[in-house]
C-alpha cells in the first residue's frame, strides 16, 4: 500500500513523441489504435497526479524540412509541417477527453476555433487545475524544430524534465537496430550527446536544456507502462544532463 502512494519522480514534466509514433505500423497519417493506446499510457501517468504537458511532432503528415528539399520553399514547408502538429495535437485531445482527462490544445498559431493561443499564465493555469496542455505548431517560427519547441516550451512552463518517448529504450553510441553491440547509457551529459551527434534531439533544443538544466529522459514509447514505470522509479532509460 505504502509502494502504492509513494510520490512520483516528477511533479510537472512534458513528452515530447514524434508524430511518427502515432501512425503505427501504417506508413503515413494516424493509426487510431495507437493515439489511444499513447493516450492511455498519458492517463496513467495523470492519474498518479502529475502535471502533463505535451509536444507532438507533424512528420507522419508532412516534414518540413523534406519539403524543402524537394524545392519548396522552406519557410512555407515549415509552416505546413506546423500545421501537422495541430491535426495530432487535436487526435490526442480527443482520445485524452475520451478517457475522461481534461485537455488543451495551445497553438503557436492562431486558430481560435479550434485551439487557444499560446498564452503562458494560461498555460501554467491549465496544468495547476490537472489539464493536459497539448502545445502545438512549433514555436510559431520556421527553421525551429518540435524538438526545440518542446525543449522552450518545458522550460517556460517550469517543468522539471523532459520525457522523450522514442523506439529504443534510452541513448546508445549507434544504431541498436544496426548494430547489436551498441551500447546503452544509462546516463550522459548534454556535451557529449552534441559532440557524439547521437540524435537524441537537435543541437540548439540540447542547448537550451542545458541552459535551463533540465533533464532530457529517453525512452521506449513501445513499452506498456513504460512512461508511468520511470516516474514511479522503474524501468530502463537515459538520462541527459549536465
Known sequence: ??????????????????????????????????????????????DLGVEICMVIGGGNIFRGLAGSAQGMERTTADY??????????????????????FTRVISAIRMDEVAEPYIRRRAVRHLEKKRVCIFAAGTGNPYFTTDTAATLRASEMSCQAI??????????????VKYPDAKRYDTITYDDVLAQHLGVMDASAIALARDNKLPIIVFSLD?????RGILRGEGTYTIVKG
Do not use: C, W
Open 1 to 46: 500500500m505504502s509502494e502504492e502512494k509513494a510520490a512520483p519522480a516528477y511533479e510537472r514534466v512534458l513528452l515530447k513523441i514524434s508524430g511518427e509514433a502515432l501512425m503505427g505500423d501504417q506508413g503515413f497519417g494516424l493509426h487510431p489504435p495507437t493515439v489511444q493506446r499513447i493516450a492511455e499510457e498519458v492517463k496513467s501517468v495523470h
Open 80 to 101: 505546413m509541417g506546423m500545421l501537422a502538429t495541430v491535426m495530432n495535437a487535436l487526435a490526442m485531445q480527443s482520445a485524452l477527453e475520451a478517457l475522461g482527462v
Open 163 to 176: 520525457f522523450k518517448g522514442t523506439k529504443v529504450d534510452g541513448v546508445y553510441d549507434k544504431d541498436p
Open 223 to 227: 513499452e506498456p507502462g513504460g512512461f
